[in-house]
């Protein structure tokens, strides 16, 4: 398959939906076997809506798309049912601070070995973009933009904070179940705890666009080789790891750690004995899928 020696897009692409994809339907679907399977397929149609794939690209992306899965299949999913397994011992035991920040902290490096094992891929998709592409690309960060704004930037301080804790009890109810109305005030009360600043939020998201659209912009000038285009893509993605401890921001984001860190401990030390069996059956059913998964070697 023929790839041509054009542009850079973001490495956000294959990164975020991969990631995306990956943990959104681990957290929403009640069988992670189905929605992996399919994983594949919604990548390339997220990755297509991004860019809009033309036809001399569609066939390679999906080569590609296809062996990541394999690979993501065959060595990462057995380290995810460790790592789910350990969350199972902790929840038990009852974890620390510095527990949370240790799980914290190996599933960022399980992220970043992705991003990197793709970093290829990406080169080869980076190249061989459009300026009509990386336009299409631009327009969807702005579309993005406006719709974190409409739903995180509405209102006063009150109504964000209660829309930011609206969004946590959906993912503690997934995990938990229900909570009651004392618990729910309880976490309120930590969840606003929690720095609020959706600006900041909403400026490094624009600055991580700004620099894959740079990136991409420098790939079709230039015309990069895949050897420098791999280099630059990895350093997007290593500055994207590295930011949050080299930014002038750093008080903040680690603040908003901190405090967050503190969330997820009050509501584990909240649950009941009702509640932690809840999330024990749940992360169980996903150590199976994973292992599952692995064993089915395609």
């Known amino acids: 398959m023929q790839k041509s020696n054009m542009p850079l897009t973001g490495r956000r692409t294959l990164y975020g939906l991969f990631l995306i994809v ?33 036809a001399d690209q569609k066939d390679w992306v999906k080569d590609d798309i296809d062996k990541l899965f394999q690979w993501h299949r065959k060595t990462q999913l057995q380290d995810y049912a460790q790592i789910l397994q350990t969350a199972q011992r902790q929840l038990a035991a009852g974890p620390s601070q510095a527990d949370l920040e240790a799980d914290f902290d190996e599933i960022k490096k399980r992220t970043e070995t ?34 974190f704004r409409k739903k995180n930037m509405r209102g006063d301080a009150e109504t964000q904070q209660r829309f ?80 949050l401890e080299n930014s002038e921001r750093k008080a903040f984001f680690d603040s908003y750690e901190e405090a967050n ?25 996903w150590i199976d899928d994973f292992r599952s998964l692995a064993a089915d070697q395609r």
């Open 22 to 54: 990956l943990m959104t339907l681990l957290a929403a679907c009640s069988s992670l076997r189905l929605a992996y399977n399919n994983g594949d397929t919604l990548l390339y149609w997220w990755i297509n809506g991004y860019i809009d794939l033309n």
């Open 114 to 147: 992705l991003l990197l094992k793709a970093a290829p891929e990406l080169a080869e998709l980076a190249r061989s973009l459009q300026p009509d592409q990386i336009a299409a690309l631009e327009r969807k960060f702005a579309a993005n933009n406006a719709e």
């Open 164 to 243: 930011r804790f609206k969004k946590s009890m959906e993912q503690f109810e997934l995990w938990f179940g229900n909570f009651t109305s004392e618990q729910e005030a309880l976490i309120r009360k930590a969840s606003d705890a929690r720095p609020l600043n959706n600006e900041i939020w909403l400026d490094e998201r624009m600055r991580r666009q700004k620099n894959i659209l740079a990136a991409a912009r420098k790939v079709q000038s230039e015309k990069l080789s895949k050897e420098a285009t791999v280099t630059l893509i990895q350093g997007l993605i290593k500055d994207g790891f590295n930011r």
């Open 261 to 285: 860190t503190k969330l997820v401990l009050t509501v584990i030390q909240l649950t009941t004995p009702a509640q932690k069996a809840h999330a024990q059956k749940r992360m169980q059913g």
